[in-house]
C-alpha cells in the first residue's frame, strides 16, 4: 500500500491513515479483468502498480476504449463507471500489478464523517469529469492529427506505455490512422 501514499499525499496524516486502513491492496496479474461490463461493480478502486485500460464493448464484441491507466492513479470512481451497481464498462490489466479496493459506500460513509476525505473524494470525482469533458470535446471537435497532438499533451509518456490500438481506439480512429499520423509528426 506503499504507492497509495502519493495518492494520498493531499490528505493530513490522520484521514490518509484512515483510507490506507479501508483500502485492501492485492496483486492482480496481467490479463485480469478488474471489473466487467453488466457485471457487478461495488468497488472504488486505486492503481497502485502495472498498467489498465477500460473498455466499452457494443453487441457486435468491437471494444472502444474508455481509459487508460498507469499506476499510480485512481481508477474512474465508482458513480462514473457504473449504474445502480451494474459495471459501464470493462477494466483489464494490461501488465501484472496491485490494486487496492473499497466499496464505494463505505468510502462514501467516511466522506461524511471527515471533511478532508470528503474533498479528496470530490477532487477525484472533479478531475474524472474534466478529462471525460477533455477527451469528449477532443473527439467531437478536433480532426485526427490534432486528437493525437491533444492526447500526446494530456497524457505525456502514454505512447510508450500503452498498446497503440488501445490508444487508437480511445482517440476514436483505427491503428492504421494512429500509425500513419505518428509517422508523419515523427
Do not use: E
Given at each position: 500500500m506503499d504507492r497509495a501514499n502519493c495518492l494520498l499525499s493531499?490528505?493530513?496524516?490522520?484521514?490518509?491513515a484512515q483510507l490506507r486502513a479501508a483500502f485492501r491492496a492485492a496483486y492482480v496479474p496481467q490479463a485480469a479483468v478488474i471489473v466487467e461490463q453488466g457485471g457487478p461493480s461495488e468497488d472504488e478502486i486505486l492503481l497502485l502498480a502495472g498498467l489498465a485500460a477500460a473498455h466499452i464493448s457494443d453487441p457486435?464484441?468491437?471494444?472502444?476504449?474508455?481509459?487508460?491507466?498507469?499506476?499510480?492513479?485512481?481508477?474512474?470512481?465508482?458513480?462514473?463507471?457504473?449504474?445502480?451497481?451494474?459495471s459501464h464498462v470493462t477494466i483489464e490489466m494490461l501488465a501484472p500489478g496491485a490494486v487496492a479496493r473499497l466499496p464505494a459506500s463505505r468510502l462514501q460513509d467516511l466522506m461524511v464523517a471527515d471533511a478532508d476525505i470528503r474533498a479528496w473524494g470530490n477532487a477525484a470525482l472533479h478531475a474524472e469529469l474534466v478529462a471525460r469533458s477533455a477527451r469528449e470535446w477532443a473527439l467531437a471537435a478536433l480532426p485526427a492529427k490534432e486528437r493525437l497532438i491533444w492526447f500526446r499533451q494530456a497524457h505525456p509518456g502514454a505512447e510508450g506505455q500503452f498498446?497503440?490500438?488501445?490508444?487508437?481506439?480511445?482517440?476514436?480512429?483505427?491503428?492504421?490512422?494512429?500509425?500513419?499520423?505518428?509517422?508523419?509528426?515523427?
Open positions: 493531499s490528505l493530513p496524516a490522520g484521514p490518509a457486435d464484441g468491437r471494444r472502444i476504449c474508455t481509459g487508460l491507466f498507469a499506476a499510480p492513479c485512481i481508477v474512474t470512481p465508482h458513480i462514473a463507471r457504473t449504474q445502480d451497481g451494474i498498446p497503440h490500438h488501445l490508444i487508437a481506439a480511445y482517440l476514436g480512429m483505427t491503428p492504421v490512422t494512429l500509425s500513419r499520423l505518428r509517422k508523419a509528426a515523427g
